[in-house]
Each structure stands twice: as C-alpha cells, then as structure tokens.
C-alpha cells in the first residue's frame, strides 16, 4: 500500500510536503525522486502523486492522478465525551476516528476528575488532534475529524450541527435502548453522542441536555460499561445503523 | 452500589470468600460484619448476603436475598482473536466482557508477531482470566468469560458452539457487510468472531475458515480498523442487533 501524506500546499500538477510529513517521507520512509505516494488535504480528495525533488525546505510531489474516494462516513457522527484522565480520551479519538466519527468535543463535566483550562486545555487538545489526524491516516480517510476546543455545557450548543440529534447513553434509563431510537431516526440527519466521564454524568447534566438540546436518553443494555466503551459501542452502533461500518 | 464478590464455596444459607476476594473484602474495601455485598459464583445468579463473620482464611457470608438478573447477553458470541503483542489483547478482553462477549480464543495466526507456547501461554491465558473475571465484576455480569487456551487453526473447530455461524471480517471482502449478514442470521445462532491480528489474515488463512468452518467473509466498511477496533467494532455490531445492547 502506498504512503499518505497531508498536503502542506497544493499546486495545480504539484503539491509540497514541508515540516513533520516532508521528515517523515525523508527520514523515515527515505523516498526519492520518482517513488509514489498519496497526497490528501482534507478537501475530501486524494492524489496519486510522484515525488519529483527533495529540497531543504520541501518535498515537490507530481500529481498523477486525483480521486474522491468514497471512504468517509455518510452520516456525520460528533463524539463529545466528558474529560476522563489517563489516555482513556486519547484512544477513544483514535479508535473514533478508524469508525468514522467526524469531530470530537472534550466535555467539562461535574464528575470529570481532569481539569483542563487555558493553555493547559489548548495543548491538550493540539495532541489530541495529532493523534485524530494520524488515526485518520492509517485508516485511509481523506478528511481528519476535528477536535473542537475543551467546552463546558454551555458552549457545547455552538459546537454541534444543525439539525442534528443528540443521544445521551445513561445508565439511569432503562427502557429506551440506543437501537430502538435509532430505527425513528431520519438517515441524513448528524447524531451527536453525549458521553459521560468515569462515574457517569450528574442526573442534572441529563436534565440540562434533555432541556438544552433536546437530548434522548438512552440504554446501551443491563451490562455496566466504562465510560471509554460506551463511546466506542455507541459511535459503532450509530454508523452500522447507516451503513457507514459494512 | 454494592460491593460484588465472586464466591468461592457455597452454602445452604451462606457463602464463604477465600484468597484474594476475602483480601480484597478485609484489606482494600475494609468491609466488617453487618456490611452487605453482593456475591455471584458463574452459574448466573447473584446473591444478596451480609458479612457475618471474618476469620484468618474465609470470610463467612449469610444471605439475604437470592436473583438471578437478566444481564448476560441472549445471543452467544465468541472472539477468536489473532495473537498481538503488547496490551491490545487485554483490553479487547475487557471491553468485550463488558459488551457481553462469552467467550474468547486466542489465536496462533500466521502474521502474528507474538508467540506463545507452552507455560508462557498459559500463564498468559490465566492473566487474561483474571481480567476478564475483573471486568465481568466491574460491569455487573453474572457469568464471566472463559478464556480458552492458545489455539492453532486446526485445534480452533473443538472449541466452538456447535451450530455456530462463523464470521471473518476481512479487508479484501468489499460487497458483503457485516450488517447485511447479521440480517440473515437467526437470531438464537451462537455467532463467532474471527478477528485478524496486526497486518490481518493471510489469504490462505481466510480460505481455511472458509473450507473448515464454513466462515463467511464479511466487510466492516471502507476504512482500515486495527486490530483491536474491528474486534469491538464487530462485536458491538452483532451483539447490537440481538437486541443485547440496549
């Protein structure tokens, strides 16, 4: 399989590869003129490219071929978890993005045990955009989901799409399960995940979704899960459910 | 919630803990007589008991109240996964305890970088027990995984239900999807997972599972999953749609 790359500028036959890519395709993958590669810039498109000079600054890559390959998720999924500590979150955004999920929103929560603020929560959310990004290469996807900044309830309604639906898995609710909600739920229409953090949202954090954003509670079955699985079960659930994971 | 407890020997009226449950009961929760817990032994029922009285080597529980709650999952599936190293296999065990996987099945596989044998393989099998049984306490089930020793391809039909319908998940398969196939599947079929390590089955492998189990070869979408994703992935999606996760 050939090497992807993101496009640092792209040209009208050539793109350039600078900085961490034009390193890595240097260093570590040691290409020369000639070998081939993918480009893609986020634009939902990718290109078979040749690389054509090596210089200090960049890396000039001539395009062979473009496509739009059909690789991204159909329905937009948004993931906004309460912040957990450890690498719990970080995995949930890799293995996230392999799914399909198109952003990701760090959620300060009553029970969330990390605090992030200011610069703290600025770099936190640059790695963890680092790490959306390389998943996204691995996976193949031509668009790397967004890692929106830390928010707290009340900036999260700015934050979600238009029309979009929000499901809140709570233990607390019995009888509605995620699947049963998702066979009323229109196709087109973007679904955004609320996950608690360890310990579970606070019942007035359902309510304020359940008032705010017109959230429906949800089950995700008689079985306990941890906060990391929950997101991970929901996320898949929702893309099968439009035919978004085979 | 009350504290679970996985008994060690069962009584008429009571139940004793021993080793590390009694440890875990004196040393970490520091529970004393009168406290109340909740024990289960595997056979799925749980009882409601009261710390009666704690000596040198066993704690004595009296019970209180008998269930047997309906929180195992209806549909049986087991994950045959392709040995990975590092901690990818640890934690597809837990998290697939907690989504309801029944049993698991390590897998000697030809792109398999681990290598188990012998003692080292058992001593790995029991470490990977023990985090299935503590996941199963974590998640409220009343049944835990049986991790099944290291198996070879041929030694790999022994240890499935029988009627099982066996599913491989496989990059190369581009029309058949997962979801499509679980629309054919009865639901009472126990459902087997074959799960690729790192770098996937080789072809040759796929065509065994294919000739001897009759597998059916399935697609998880257009993205590439790790290992450990498609493992989660495929068992959120079969479990999902028996109605086992809500």
């Given at each position: 399989?050939l ?10 036959r050539?793109?350039?590869?600078r ?5 890595h ?18 634009s ?17 890559c ?12 159909h329905?937009?999924v948004?993931l906004?978890?309460g912040?957990?500590k ?6 949930v ?73 929000c499901?809140?898995?709570?233990e ?12 009323t739920?229109?196709?087109g ?12 949202f606070?019942?007035a ?16 079955g008689?079985?306990?899960?941890r906060?990391e699985t929950?997101?991970?079960?929901a996320?898949t659930?929702v893309?099968?459910?439009s035919g978004?994971?085979?």
């Amino acid at each position: 399989m050939l090497h992807r790359f993101k496009i640092t500028e792209m040209g009208n036959r050539a793109f350039w590869l600078r900085g961490k890519e034009r390193e890595h395709l240097v260093r570590v993958l040691r290409l020369g003129p000639g070998d081939r590669l993918i480009g893609f810039d986020n634009s939902g498109g990718e290109w078979l490219a040749e690389v054509a000079e090596i210089a200090e600054e960049s890396v000039t890559c001539v395009i062979v071929a473009e496509s739009r390959p059909d690789v991204e998720a159909h329905r937009e999924v948004v993931l906004a978890a309460g912040l957990t500590k450890g690498e719990k979150l970080e995995w949930v955004i890799q293995k996230g993005t392999e799914l399909g999920m198109r952003s990701f929103i760090p959620l300060r929560t009553k029970r969330s045990v990390l605090r992030l603020e200011g610069g703290k929560a600025r770099e936190r959310v640059e790695r963890w955009q680092k790490i959306a990004a390389e998943a996204a290469k691995q996976s193949g996807r031509v668009q790397e989901p967004r890692v929106r900044a830390v928010s707290d309830w009340a900036e999260l309604p700015e934050s979600l799409p238009r029309g979009c639906q929000c499901l809140i898995p709570y233990e607390a609710e019995r009888v509605r399960g995620l699947k049963s909600v998702l066979n009323t739920l229109e196709r087109g229409r973007s679904v955004v995940l609320l996950i608690g953090p360890e310990g579970g949202f606070d019942p007035a954090e359902v309510a304020w979704a359940e008032d705010h954003l017109q959230a429906i509670r949800v089950s995700l079955g008689p079985r306990i899960l941890r906060a990391e699985t929950a997101a991970l079960a929901a996320l898949t659930m929702v893309l099968a459910d439009s035919g978004d994971l085979g």
